[in-house]
């Protein structure tokens, strides 16, 4: 099946400092979406992009569609504690989402 | 409060016997689907439906079944379980073009 990669698989970090994850695909995808899964829940979706190109902000958070349509990015500015948890990306082509292994972010005090 | 809620949502059983996870939703939403979560694979579609009476394969369905008799319930079932189906399930609604709700999430043990 459809395969997405991300990188990298799992980061530490002190509080307050930014962090960067990518998400890419051998194939092309006309929506890019972000979610963050908390401890013992489900996913929640944190960002949409639909153009290549587009750089959208939520919050403290950025992500970026990549001009391929092959890749897109995910910013978080000055972490805080409550970030932690496992960063997903997803991929929808027609009705079908396609999900990366995920990211998983811990916040050292 | 918009819902979707699944049970159970820990089950350990047995090779070979039949069990379903239920799903429902109170936002009226057309389209429901199942995922299984594995570490290192992320969450992989196992079923997805459009609307009522109307179900199709994800890229994982092999061993499952599903059912859309009315709108608010999709039900997962695996006629005979096995160990490769020790997974976390989730079942999740869409609204629009993308944004999906996921529920709690059942953790499934195939002895």
């Known amino acids: 099946g459809q395969q997405l990669n991300q990188s990298p698989q799992s980061m530490f970090i002190q509080e307050g400092e930014d962090v960067s994850m990518n998400c890419t695909s051998s194939?092309?995808?006309?929506?890019w979406l972000w979610y963050k899964q908390d401890p013992g829940e489900g996913p929640v979706l944190l960002i949409a992009?639909?153009?290549?190109?587009e750089l959208t902000s939520n919050g403290r958070l950025t992500a970026q569609f990549g001009i391929t349509r092959k890749d897109s990015f995910l910013n978080i500015s000055a972490s805080i504690p409550s970030d932690v948890g496992i960063y997903f990306c997803?991929?929808?082509?027609?009705?079908?989402?396609?999900f990366g292994p995920g990211t998983r972010l811990s916040v050292l005090p | 409060e918009a819902q979707v809620t699944q049970n159970p949502r820990y089950l350990i059983t047995v090779t070979g016997k039949k069990l379903t996870v239920t799903c429902s939703q109170n936002?009226?939403?057309?389209?429901m689907s199942w995922y299984r979560q594995d570490p290192g694979l992320g969450l992989r579609q196992i079923y997805y439906s459009m609307n009522v009476e109307v179900t199709d394969k994800g890229d994982v369905p092999e061993g499952y079944k599903v059912s859309r008799k009315e709108k608010r319930n999709f039900p997962l079932i695996l006629e005979s379980p096995s160990p490769n189906q020790t997974s976390l399930y989730f079942c999740?609604?869409?609204?629009?073009?993308?944004?999906?709700?996921f529920g709690p999430g059942t953790r499934l043990t195939v002895l």
């Open positions: 999740a609604t869409r609204e629009g073009p993308d944004t999906q709700y």
């Open positions: 194939s092309i995808f006309n929506t």
């Open positions: 936002m009226n939403h057309e389209y």
């Open positions: 992009l639909y153009k290549a190109g």
């Open positions: 997803a991929g929808l082509r027609g009705q079908n989402f396609v």
